[in-house]
């Protein structure tokens, strides 16, 4: 996750109560009114996880739309969509009309919440953070879709995250909530959200040999776990 270089500002689209849009004069309208319309499902999307988690977007409202391109001169490594740590959400262009946009927008706005999620502790415990978010995303995107009267079958979304990227992170958290049989799973990530990410894993190890089925079980199973949620 890093900032928009300001020098490649003429290779994005940005909306923010206004445009300034390096398009065709004919496109102009289109790109706003597709920019706009994003910006109006993430402020739906933010107000519910917000309502849920007790937390506080740090969003800051903007939205930028990047071509395949672009997306690859401001990253590093492919991405559908982003937070940036300039908190602004950057979403690519060819998922704007998918429905799959809607669990990358979910996603996007669980990090907006995300207590102490700074680039430095992102770096450290990547998996602590993208895992969360994601099982979350996961868990809330049924009732998301279902209060914006919007309805699509959960076997698109399965097909696509049958082999995501963040599946090792979701099983490793998943075998930790399994050895917490008091708490659900809902509760279990809720409260990982709500810790700063850098004391997640000494937050759990506590947590484990406190309210843990069996102590011991739970410190072996961390100790497995552990090396995967840092990678």
């Known amino acids: 996750m890093e900032g928009i270089d300001q ?5 994005v689209v940005w909306y923010n109560g206004g445009s300034s849009l390096p398009k065709s004069p004919n496109g102009h309208e289109l790109v706003a009114g597709t920019t706009k319309r994003l910006t109006t499902e993430i402020q739906t999307i933010v107000r519910l996880v917000e309502g849920w988690t007790d937390l506080r977007s740090r969003w800051s409202g903007e939205v930028v739309i990047v071509d395949s391109v672009s997306a690859m001169l401001l990253s590093r490594q492919p991405f559908l969509a982003k937070k940036e740590w300039n908190c602004r959400i950057v979403v690519l262009d060819r998922i704007v009309e998918d429905d799959l946009r809607w669990r990358t927008l979910i996603h996007e706005a669980l990090h907006s919440v ?3 999620n700074r680039e ?3 770096r450290v415990f990547h998996g602590w953070e ?3 978010v994601e099982s979350l995303q996961r868990l809330y995107r049924p009732d998301i879709l279902k209060h ?4 699509i079958s959960e076997a698109v979304f399965a097909e696509a995250e049958k082999e995501w990227i963040y599946e090792p992170y979701i099983a490793a958290l998943h075998r930790l909530s399994a050895e917490l049989p008091s708490i659900s799973e809902r509760t279990f990530l ?3 959200l ?13 947590w484990g040999k406190r309210e843990g089925n069996s102590p011991a079980s ?3 199973v961390f100790a497995e776990v552990s090396g995967v949620l840092r990678r």
Request: proline letters at 5%; zero cysteines; glycine letters at 8%.
């Open 148 to 151: 914006m009267g919007i309805s």
């Open 114 to 116: 995300s207590v102490g």
């Open 194 to 206: 709500q810790t700063p990410l850098a004391q997640r894993p000494a937050a759990m190890l506590a």
């Open 130 to 132: 993208e895992g969360v």
């Open 7 to 11: 020098n490649l500002a003429m290779v």
């Open 190 to 192: 809720e409260t990982l």
């Open 218 to 220: 739970f410190i072996r």
């Open 120 to 122: 430095a502790d992102y």
